[in-house]
Structure formats: C-alpha cells, structure tokens
C-alpha cells in the first residue's frame, strides 16, 4: 500500500532538500521525493503547514526490557517513541540480564520485532554485566544486531579495561557511549554539587566527576582510535573538551538532552524527584555551554536518556529515589522550544540534530528521505499549542519534570517503514 | 499542604518572634511544681524518630504532655520500615489514625517536605538529614536571647563538621533573619564555599581562632561521623585544630557564651573544662528545648 505525504515542508539534511514537496512511499520505501506527486490508488496524508522530515532517531533510550517490565516494555516504550515523533530508538543495555551477550541482544531485536511500534537498535555492554571488569562479547553482539557499546549508568572505572574495549570496537567498527563519571567522585551524590545541594542538604555530584571522565575517554580515543561518543553531555568544561577532541580531528562525538539544555539545578523544586538524573541538571554556565555546543556544532546528536522508573521508586525520600526521567514525548517540543524559536538553531540543524547526527555516530543506514531508504518520517508543526498530561503518556512511567508544561509545536505524526504508527488527535 | 514546621529558611522574622515570645511564657513553668497545662488537651502527637534520638524526643515528648496533649513516640527500629514498608505508606498509616501532628526526624534531608506534599496532618521537622533542625534553632535563639536583648549585630561563631550540620542550616537561616554576623568554621573539606550563599552575613574560615575572636556565641558542633561516607578529614588532629579550650576563650567578647547541641563529646570537639565553664549553656538549651517546642506545638496545633 503506497502512501503519499503531501504539500509539507520537507526538510532532508542528508540531500540538502528544503522546500514544500510530496513525499511518496512505496512498499516500506521512499519511492520518490518531488511536488505535485498524483500516483493512483495512495493513501493520502496531507500535511500542508507541516514540517516532514526523515525519521528521528533517538540513540539513548532505557526501554527496562528484559527484566524490568514493571516500569517500561520494549512496546510500551516504543509507543512512547512513535509519539514522540521517533522512529528509531537505541536501548541501552543496563537490562536484567544487562545486555552483554548475543543471546540478550537476540531477545530485544526478536522482541522489538513482534511488538514494537519504532525500530529497535539494542546497544550492547562493554564489560560482562557492565561490572567494569571483563569485556563482553562485543563481536558477537554486534553480529545479532547490536549498534553500539556502553557501561551506561555504570560506567568503566578501570582505564585498562576502557582502552581494550575502545581496541575491539575499533576492530569491530562500532562506537564506544561513555556515561562519563567518575564513580568516585560523585559516590553519594544526588544531584548537581552547587549553592542549592548545600542549601538542601544533599550530597553533590561534582561537575569534575564528569570532566574527569571525558577527559580520560578523550585521550584513549586518541591512543585506540576508536569511534567515541560522549552519552547525555552536561559540563562547560566537558564540552570545550570535546570541541579541542574534535578540532584534533579525533572520531569524536556527543550527544545532549533535552533536560540539560532546558533545565538548571534551579528550576528544580526542593527534593523533586521527576528533577533526579544522572547526570544533574547543572548551573547556569553549564546550561549555556549545552545550548552553545549545539549551536556551534559540537554536539552532534539530541538524545532523551528516557529513563522510566515505576511511580512507588519515585515516590520515595529523595536520596532514595533512582536517577532518571522519561522524556520521549517532550524531546521534539523541547527543541523547537528551548533551540529553534530562541534563534539558537534553525529548524534544519535542529533535525540534522535528530537524524544525520545520530545517524553519523551509529550507521543505521536511515535518517533521511533519499529514493530507495527506509520509509521512516516524522512529520511535525510548529504552530499548534499543547499541553504534556504524563498521565496520559505512553511510556508505563510518569517520572517527567515536564507534566502540565505549555508547548507549542510538536510531532504530528510517525511513519515507520512506510506505515502510519501514530498520529496525534 | 497542611501547616507544620519544616524549617526555619521559609519563616518570616516575625514567626519567628512569636514562637519566641510565647517559649519565654512557658519558661517559668519549667520550674513550678505543677507543669502541665491543659492547652492541647484530647490533642495527639506522634513522635516518629528514623534516627537514633535521646534528647530530642523525650524533649518533644516532654513539651506534649506539658501541653496536655497525648504523645506517642516510634522508633524507626520498632516500626515497620523493617519490614519493607515505604515511608509514605507509613505516614499514611499513622494519619489514619488521625494524630494532630507528626513530629519527625530522618536521616533524609528533605524526608519531611517530599511526605508532606501527600499528607494530611501537619509535620514538624525534628531534623532532616544534612538539611534543617528547626526548633534546635529556636530553641538556640531563646537561650541567647535570655542572655542578650537582640540578635542583631551578635558576632556568632558555628565550629566543626558544618558540611553535614543541620544544626548549622538553621541556624544561619535564622540568625541571618536578625542581621547577626556569622562565622562558619571547620576543616576545609567540611566547610564548602557555597555556604556564604545560605543567607547573607555568612563568612567562612578554617581557623578556629580566627572565628572566635570577638565572638558573642560560640556554637560547637558534634562531629557527625555517621555522615560522612568517607574520613573528610584525619581525626586524629581533630582537636588540636578544631577543639574548643578554654585558652580559645580569651579571644571572645568577655560575656560570650558557648553553646552545643549535644550530644557532647568531651575531649573531641571541646575540652571537658570548656563543657563545665560557667558560660557553657548547654544545659539551658537543652531546659529551653521543652518551652521552645511547647510554642511551637501550640503554633501548630493549637
């Protein structure tokens, strides 16, 4: 069944295309990109005054499957994708089992194949049970569809360790994600050290334990070679780090999110746990340095970190609480928000940000509208108002800052290898 | 929200004040033979403690049953949090069973804010974590205050594990309220830099004497050992740096006082003649604890 998107505004980096057009898919493929597009027999979507672009990808998701179910499923967070305007996610692989094997990597894939709503790139771990200690069995990941590496949320202290792994993905040819802390410095904390941590009484996680680990990941890339991506980056001194990295030339990339370029420590209310992450909403300076990384081209990806957790782990003394939020839904409203209608990017970084971006660190082969791709496309608007309700979120957690928050613009619809997945109502 | 007693950061001055004023009304009936009113009679208090409490509670305890209201003291070990259950599901429990108050201390900075978005019943922070001790404050104010007309102007001295102190919390938020000028003193890895930005008139020195000179009160801290997740500093020299003796007390004002919130640890952050100087009130705070929560009970309650 052909469908036929017609009269939006498309915009595809990956071919330079900017214009009102038809986009038309054939047999889960793009078929042909052009204005005036009248094949008999199509289904029409119109999206005059819409935004189509190539499907977004989303490279740092938890989806909790397998193991646990209780806060999110490989499908209930794929729904959660697909309305979020994603048609690729990446899961990271801190699972029950962690994701360190073929066999797990199997699972999800399998998994994602019979219930998921988006696609599915599982990422394997770097070390056996992420523990820090052994190498997983990256090869053979990779074989069973693994896209990427990484110890996220409990990341490789042993700088031995990191520099074998960092060998083998080379070899491999997939990228190293560091979820750069170091464990050490930041043990205790909950959230970002600063003038409020010590006005609430809680233990901070300092911006150094970050720098630190960038740093580190930084000079072993250079020593191994290997492709390396900076996961959820949130310092000044991160970012001007990994800008000198990528100036040298090195294969260096980094992602950030939503909540770090749109949040701070201070807008967080007092012992707030939809505030909780790892790692924190930072100060000011930090903030700025996110906005401006994005701006100048340092960062090359956005990317959720959407973190479900169950409402009665939330629900707990703030010390007790796990770090993490979802963010899924708010992502593309947050961009247009917080990047696009400030002037900080135009619409068409803002969407390299969310395709060829992530695209260039994991080679899915898609983001983008060129004949003959995948017939992945997020169409969105940047006129209409809404209004985020997390209890009415598709994600089986509601751990969000953003509930009740005012958007305007946000996604439309998603179509994922040439099917209508969802479209908003 | 239910109005309780978190801290003391979001009271106005004049709260403050009147909490004050009615603690010396009840400072005579410390004395009389006869302690009880009847002003909270038929009311209930819950004294909910998730930390190891001697003081405090009987205190709390103390100040109920001198108000004529019914109290129940728990402790975290006789409770149910041994047997899994969420602090919210237990504070729903017990406001079932209809208190006109809980009082509570936890380890948690923050433990009394998050539950009392969820509950009815007013809460009364008898310390948070690393957070607030507010009545430990007032009842810090009322003992200077018997001794001096104003806080405004005080040189006020607080030496020793500041980083973890919700002693030292509230009484920054408090003194700073009536333009008191304080010193904040201790190891530098206990004594961060953001501290200065608690309240105005906040200054900050790792030298002990440096911090008493010209001081009017002297608030030792017990160092909390139980903490900190790993030895800040070498505890061996502890009192050679950062233990009050009664040498460091020529450097005060005449009159000054010197306070501790207890409990006190002889021979680690003062030195036993300083426990048993003339200008230690100690045991002042500790008589005008009882008046100091009878106010602040009746603010809640009454």
């Known amino acids: ?425 | 929200m239910p109005a309780g007693l978190l801290g003391i950061e979001e009271l106005r001055r004049s709260e403050i004040e009147s909490i004050l004023a009615r603690a010396k009304d009840f400072q005579p009936l410390q004395s009389q033979s006869l302690k009880k009113l009847d002003t909270l009679r038929g009311k209930m208090i819950v004294n909910l403690f998730y930390e190891a409490s001697t003081r405090t509670r009987t205190s709390f305890e103390i100040a109920a049953k001198r108000m004529g209201a019914d109290a129940v003291s728990i402790t975290a070990a006789a409770s149910s949090v041994s047997k899994g259950e969420s602090l919210v599901d237990t504070l729903n429990t017990l406001a079932a069973m209809r208190p006109d108050a809980i009082v509570m201390r936890h380890a948690a900075s923050g433990a009394p804010h998050f539950l009392s978005r969820y509950l009815p019943t007013p809460i009364i922070n008898a310390g948070d974590g690393m957070h607030e001790h507010p009545t430990q404050a007032l009842l810090d104010a009322r003992t200077i205050l018997d001794r001096r007309d104003r806080l405004e102007g005080l040189r006020v001295a607080i030496i020793g594990d500041i980083a973890h102190s919700r002693v030292a919390r509230s009484n920054v938020h408090l003194l700073a309220k009536f333009g008191a000028e304080i010193v904040l003193c201790g190891p530098a890895s206990l004594l961060p830099q953001e501290l200065t930005q608690l309240a105005s008139g906040v200054h900050l020195t790792t030298d002990i004497t440096e911090a008493i000179r010209d001081a009017d009160v002297i608030m030792m801290l017990r160092v909390q050992l139980e903490r900190q997740h790993e030895a800040a500093f070498p505890a061996s020299e502890y009192f050679q740096f950062y233990g009050l003796r009664l040498e460091h007390l020529d450097l005060a004002k005449p009159d000054c006082i010197v306070m501790h919130p207890g409990p006190i640890n002889r021979g680690r952050e003062l030195s036993s003649e300083v426990a048993d100087f003339q200008r230690s009130v100690i045991l002042n705070q500790v008589e005008n604890g009882i008046a100091v929560r009878m106010a602040v009970l009746e603010r809640v309650i009454g």
């Open chain 1, 1 to 425: 069944m052909a469908l036929l998107i017609k009269n939006g505004r498309v915009i595809d980096p990956a071919s330079g295309t900017d214009r009102v057009s038809d986009v038309l898919i054939e047999e889960g493929r793009i078929a042909g990109v052009a204005p005036d597009l009248s094949p008999a027999g199509a289904e029409i979507f119109d999206a005059s005054g819409m935004i189509v672009a190539p499907g977004f990808i989303d490279m740092h998701v938890h989806l909790r499957e397998p193991g646990f179910e209780h806060a999110e499923t490989i499908e209930s967070g794929s729904r959660a994708a697909a309305a979020g305007g994603f048609t690729s996610i990446c899961s990271m692989p801190n699972t029950k089992p962690v994701n360190d094997s073929a066999t797990v990597t199997s699972y999800i894939v399998e998994t994602a194949r019979r219930r998921a709503a988006v696609n599915v790139f599982p990422i394997g771990a770097i070390t056996k049970g992420s523990a820090g200690e052994e190498l997983a069995a990256i090869g053979a990941m990779k074989a069973a569809g693994a896209v990427a590496i990484s110890d996220d949320g409990r990341p490789v202290m042993n700088s031995r360790v990191m520099r074998r792994a960092m060998e083998f993905a080379r070899s491999y040819g997939v990228p190293v994600i560091d979820h750069c802390e170091d464990l050490n410095l930041s043990a205790g904390g909950d959230m970002h050290e600063g003038s409020l941590s010590v006005r609430w009484g809680l233990r901070g996680i300092p911006s150094a334990s970050e720098d630190i680990m960038v740093a580190r990941d930084l000079v072993l890339a250079e020593l191994t070679g290997a492709p390396f991506h900076v996961a959820h980056i949130s310092t000044q001194n991160a970012m001007a780090m990994v800008a000198f990295a990528r100036q040298k030339g090195l294969p260096v990339t980094c992602e950030a999110t939503p909540h770090h370029f749109s949040l701070t420590d201070a807008h967080m209310p007092a012992y707030d746990s939809n505030y909780k992450m790892k790692p924190p909403l930072r100060g000011g300076c930090d903030r700025s340095a996110v906005v401006e990384g994005i701006a100048a081209g340092t960062v090359t990806a956005i990317a959720t970190d959407h973190a479900p957790h169950a409402g009665s782990e939330k629900m707990q003394e703030f010390e007790r609480c796990p770090f993490g939020i979802i963010g899924l839904e708010t992502a593309l409203a947050l961009s247009l928000e917080e990047l696009v209608l400030p002037g900080k990017i135009t619409l068409n970084r803002m969407v390299e940000l969310f395709t060829t971006g992530p695209e260039s660190v994991l080679h899915l082969g898609r983001g983008t509208l060129s004949p003959g791709s995948p017939a992945d496309v997020t169409i969105f608007a940047t006129d209409f108002d809404w209004t985020y309700d997390v209890n009415q979120s598709l994600s089986r957690s509601r751990n969000s800052p953003f509930d009740g928050r005012h958007f305007r613009g946000g996604p439309v619809a998603t179509v994922v290898n040439g099917g209508i997945v969802w479209q908003r109502s």
